[in-house]
């Protein structure tokens, strides 16, 4: 796995960054750290004619923090270093188009991001959907929260409920099905909440891969973790063997949960 992290030396950027390198350390990969300093912000810049010279001093500053960050978290990480100078933006761009990252972390004043790069990016803090169905909401609680809490995202819970399963006849069903995956919602975000993360809710109806990307875009999803599949095959984890491999549709990093018991 390549990981490109476009780093600003803020709180969030040093989150990802330290993100990034747990993901590698658990996956293998490469990491690739990119600081991109933007001295046409100083143009009649009126805090003084030493501002960019302090802008600049400080941005050494910070890239020197993530070096120090990554000597003493990512020993067995394969780490490359770029600062440039120029549009942030397009300077993440050219870099992406050079290596062909399969993931791009990024603090929040990249979020444009998400939608210019052909690769999946995870913009940090942002919102995590967790689709859930009428079985065993808390299954992959512990991933949840671990993949929460090393962003500081909050969660979307998304229950699904497949209603092109069910014909006419089959209303009473449906509707049991509607109530237990309300049900699911709310037990799992509870158990969320619980563990401190802050947690959003929905349901929709349809055919679960289709649901899952409109609410991602509806709610500005950072990162979707979906099943691996069970002892049991559900709804959920066909719509995670269909989003894997559609990828032209997919704006969004999708990481997969391990699988789930059965209940």
């Not at 923090?65 to 120029?86: H, Q, T, Y």
């Not at 709310?186 to 679960?208: C, D, F, M, W």
């Given at each position: 796995?390549?990981?490109?992290?476009?780093?600003?030396?803020?709180?969030?950027?040093?989150?990802?960054?330290?993100?990034?390198?747990?993901?590698?350390?658990?996956?293998?990969?490469?990491?690739?750290?990119?600081?991109?300093?933007?001295?046409?912000?100083?143009?009649?810049?009126?805090?003084?004619?030493?501002?960019?010279?302090?802008?600049?001093?400080?941005?050494?500053?910070?890239?020197?923090?993530?070096?120090?960050?990554?000597?003493?978290?990512?020993?067995?990480?394969?780490?490359?270093?770029?600062?440039?100078?120029?549009?942030?933006?397009?300077?993440?761009?050219?870099?992406?188009?050079?290596?062909?990252?399969?993931?791009?972390?990024?603090?929040?004043?990249?979020?444009?991001?998400?939608?210019?790069?052909s690769c999946p990016v995870t913009i940090v803090p942002g919102t995590i959907l967790v689709?859930?169905?009428?079985?065993?909401?808390?299954?992959?609680?512990?991933?949840?929260?671990?993949?929460?809490?090393?962003?500081?995202?909050?969660?979307?819970?998304?229950?699904?409920?497949?209603?092109?399963?069910?014909?006419?006849?089959?209303?009473?069903?449906?509707?049991?099905?509607?109530?237990?995956?309300?049900?699911?919602?709310?037990?799992?975000?509870?158990?969320?909440?619980?563990?401190?993360?802050?947690?959003?809710?929905?349901?929709?109806?349809?055919?679960?891969?289709?649901?899952?990307?409109?609410?991602?875009?509806?709610?500005?999803?950072?990162?979707?973790?979906?099943?691996?599949?069970?002892?049991?095959?559900?709804?959920?984890?066909?719509?995670?063997?269909?989003?894997?491999?559609?990828?032209?549709?997919?704006?969004?990093?999708?990481?997969?949960?391990?699988?789930?018991?059965?209940?």
């Open positions: 796995m390549k990981i490109l992290v476009a780093y600003d030396g803020t709180i969030h950027a040093k989150k990802a960054l330290r993100y990034g390198i747990q993901k590698l350390a658990k996956s293998g990969g490469d990491l690739t750290v990119m600081q991109v300093f933007d001295s046409s912000l100083f143009v009649d810049y009126e805090a003084g004619p030493r501002a960019e010279e302090m802008a600049r001093s400080e941005a050494g500053r910070q890239f020197e923090e993530a070096k120090k960050i990554v000597s003493e978290s990512a020993a067995d990480v394969p780490v490359r270093f770029f600062a440039e100078e120029g549009h942030a933006l397009d300077k993440v761009a050219i870099q992406v188009s050079a290596d062909r990252p399969d993931l791009v972390l990024a603090p929040p004043r990249y979020k444009d991001l998400a939608s210019s790069l689709p859930v169905d009428n079985n065993n909401p808390t299954a992959n609680i512990d991933g949840i929260v671990l993949e929460a809490a090393a962003t500081g995202s909050k969660v979307l819970v998304l229950g699904v409920v497949p209603v092109h399963l069910y014909s006419r006849e089959e209303r009473r069903e449906l509707e049991r099905v509607k109530k237990e995956t309300a049900s699911s919602v709310k037990e799992l975000k509870k158990a969320l909440s619980a563990k401190g993360i802050e947690t959003l809710e929905a349901v929709r109806s349809g055919y679960p891969d289709e649901e899952i990307l409109k609410a991602a875009g509806e709610h500005g999803v950072s990162l979707i973790l979906m099943p691996s599949g069970s002892t049991t095959p559900s709804e959920l984890s066909k719509a995670a063997a269909i989003l894997m491999d559609e990828t032209d549709r997919l704006k969004w990093p999708v990481f997969l949960l391990p699988p789930a018991e059965a209940r």
